[in-house]
């Protein structure tokens, strides 16, 4: 096949090759977008590394799907724009060089990249998971409305949203706020929530690994993947397995986290709770679902910030898919609605002691009253967050036509 019927993709994502919003979240995509693409096509992933090493590491893996171009992670900030100026001449190269088509950017601080890199290029520009990351961060604390860093980004944000050939959002409400927020009108705006790899996040291939783990058989197991702090709460959390602690008879957490051990201590200290109660593990991704196919229920405790209603959740996917009731925050994109409406978890209303127990009452009794609950849990994952209903979307972006 002749070199010009080639479409080459470059894929820019703001984030570290093992961190597993890569490799649950893009990395499914990037493979639908490579089996759309003519033959001879090339999809190169742009990765940000925490270190050298790590970069090297990254750069040397061989997939048949994608080419890895891991960076050196920057920050958005005063000290870090030179090396991002940096960073867009070297991808604004490296597109020339590979005869890049489109450059597709994963989230908004990877848009802001991307829209420099169509402006320089004049390449056409898709932005997939489009949400207002700036003003998140401000809700959450992160960034002050004032700092650099969120305007910066908030700029881009306008920018990529009305450049874009093609805008994706991860919620239905995105669109009234980018019109709203940034003038945006795009009429190519497509929404997909957070998909989900059912064959892996699947309860029936994972036999009981409770009698390794110190679980007895009636033990009731909450597991929560993921950080605390940040856009996650923090003391609420121990609070609520707190209160679990007094309402189950034997209760254990499975705690799948990075966070710190010296913090965990000083947590555990300070709302009384046994370090025996918490089975506290950093596992890699593909060994997650082991771990959640030993869980009676999941936690989800997003912080409830006005954006977070455009926001997806990948866990809750993955918490559904393994057929696991789901106590969430309220407001939290489409799913804690969902949840409400369909009985299969809880919203977690007021987040004082009060609010907390009765979460916890609650989860108990959907515990003890729903019948069959794994399979219809399930369901909604295969209804909601199922990859194959999404390929649509993929498959307008880099039809033939949009190929030439």
């Known amino acids: 096949m002749s070199k010009n019927t080639c479409h080459n993709v470059l894929i820019i994502t703001y984030w570290a090759f093992d961190d597993a919003l890569i490799q649950s979240y893009t990395l499914p995509y990037v493979r639908i977008i490579k089996s759309m693409l003519n033959p001879g096509s090339t999809v190169y992933l742009v990765t940000q590394e925490p270190n050298q090493l790590t970069l090297e590491k990254i750069a040397s893996i061989s997939d048949l799907d994608f080419v890895t171009k891991p960076s050196l992670y920057q920050p958005f900030s005063k000290k870090t724009i030179f090396k991002l100026r940096n960073l867009v001449k070297t ?144 003391d609420e959390v121990f609070i609520f397995w707190k209160h679990c602690t007094l309402i189950f008879e034997d209760f254990k957490v499975i705690f799948l986290s990075n966070y710190s051990n010296n913090e965990f201590q000083k947590k555990l200290k300070l709302h009384g709770l046994d370090e025996s109660t918490f089975i506290k593990k950093f596992v890699p991704y593909s060994e997650v679902p082991k771990y959640m196919a030993q869980a009676d229920f999941a936690l989800n405790p997003v912080k409830p910030v006005p954006t977070k209603r455009h926001c997806t959740s990948i866990k809750d996917g993955e918490y559904w898919a393994m057929g696991l009731p789901v106590v969430i925050t309220k407001d939290i994109s489409d799913d804690s609605a969902l949840i409400s409406d369909t009985n299969l978890g809880v919203v977690i209303e007021n987040y004082n002691e009060e609010g907390l127990k009765k979460a916890a009452l609650k989860i108990k009794d959907i515990l003890i009253s729903e019948v069959d609950y794994v399979d219809r849990i399930r369901s909604l994952a295969i209804r909601y967050r199922n990859i194959e209903s999404q390929k649509s979307i993929y498959e307008l972006i880099y039809s033939k036509n949009n190929q030439d």
């Not at 980004?153 to 239905?172: C, D, G, R, V």
């Open 91 to 234: 991808l604004s190269r490296f597109i020339d060089e590979n005869e890049i088509q489109t450059i597709h950017a994963w989230c908004s601080p990877a848009g802001a990249i991307g829209y420099l890199l169509h402006k320089k290029t004049g390449k056409r520009l898709v932005i997939d998971s489009f949400e207002p990351h700036a003003e998140s961060l401000v809700e959450n604390r992160t960034w002050k409305k004032s700092g650099l860093a969120y305007n910066i980004l908030s700029y881009f944000e306008k920018k990529q949203a009305n450049a874009a050939e093609h805008l994706i959002a991860l919620t239905n409400s995105m669109k009234a706020y980018a019109r709203t927020k940034y003038n945006c009108e795009n009429p190519n705006f497509h929404v997909k929530p957070a998909a989900v790899n059912l064959a892996l996040f699947d309860r029936s291939k994972y036999p009981s690994i409770k009698k390794e783990l110190g679980i007895k058989p009636n033990t009731i197991v909450c597991i929560y993947a993921g950080k605390i702090g940040g856009i996650y709460l923090e």
